[in-house]
């Protein structure tokens, strides 16, 4: 089915009296059904690989469609710190894991099963302050919806707005309730070209589920299409 329509009308913000500055973020998000998150977890288990890196690896390959590169960088939040000792401690903590998503040449299934291996080998990138504005940014938000001992985690409600982005493009994504999925998009409102009320990440974003759920062996890219590097960008 075609999910465009899933996507809420962009809502602009900014500084007071001046919505349309060049700082301006535009705010946009989606849901995703059950039988929508049914079809996505059937193909993460099909290419024998997590629903994170499912999600991560559509994100990604969007932006990377949208900003014509082949080398994605991605930002992604780590729930918890695992490094030595990090198990005596007791508090929210949450710390970031950058690496690069690579396009050039692969299908879909290529992608994922890559991306897969470069988080399983833990294949980080030291913080790389000058690719900030080219990352995308991502925080899987998942919600512990069975109870114990009479308590249950409610799905996360926040307040999402934002005046500025560090990112190229912010995606959290969350659990509201048990087989739906959310996601929150916030891009520079001057990053994305509109049509017809959305933008090109929204079909990127569509094209890009369809085409895993359906034909995950299809190439990233068309053979005739120019990319450009990270370098280039």
């Known amino acids: 089915d075609d999910l465009r329509d899933e996507f809420t009308p962009p ?3 900014g500084s007071a009296g001046d919505v349309q500055s060049r700082s301006s973020v535009e705010r946009r998000s989606a849901t995703l059904a059950p039988c929508c998150v049914a079809l996505l977890r059937d193909a993460a288990e099909r290419l024998v690989i997590s629903v ?9 390959v969007a932006v990377a469609r949208c900003e014509r590169t082949k080398v994605q960088p991605v930002v ?11 198990g005596e ?17 692969m299908s879909l299934a ?36 069975d109870g114990k001992h009479g308590f249950m985690q409610l799905g996360n409600h926040p307040n999402r707005n934002k005046w500025s982005i560090r990112h190229a493009v912010e995606v959290a994504v969350d659990e509201p309730y048990a087989d739906v999925w959310r996601l929150h998009i916030n891009t520079d409102s001057y990053r994305f070209s509109q049509s017809d009320g959305r933008t090109a990440l929204d079909d990127a974003l569509m094209m890009t589920l369809r085409e895993l759920v359906s034909d995950p062996l299809a190439p990233v890219w068309p ?6 590097s990270v370098g280039d960008a």
Request: aromatic share 8%.
């Open 110 to 145: 290529g992608v994922a099963t890559r991306l897969q291996k470069t988080i399983r080998d833990r294949e980080w990138h030291v913080p790389r302050v000058y690719a900030e504005h080219l990352a995308v940014w991502i925080n899987l938000e998942w919600t512990i919806l």
């Open 89 to 105: 401690v007791i508090g929210l903590l949450a710390d970031f894991r950058e690496f690069d998503v690579c396009t050039d040449g």
């Open 76 to 86: 992604l939040v780590a729930p918890q710190r695992d490094e030595a000792g990090a």
């Open 11 to 13: 809502v602009l913000v």
């Open 52 to 60: 994170d890196t499912l999600l991560v690896t559509v994100i990604s």
């Open 223 to 228: 053979i005739d299409l120019p990319l450009v």
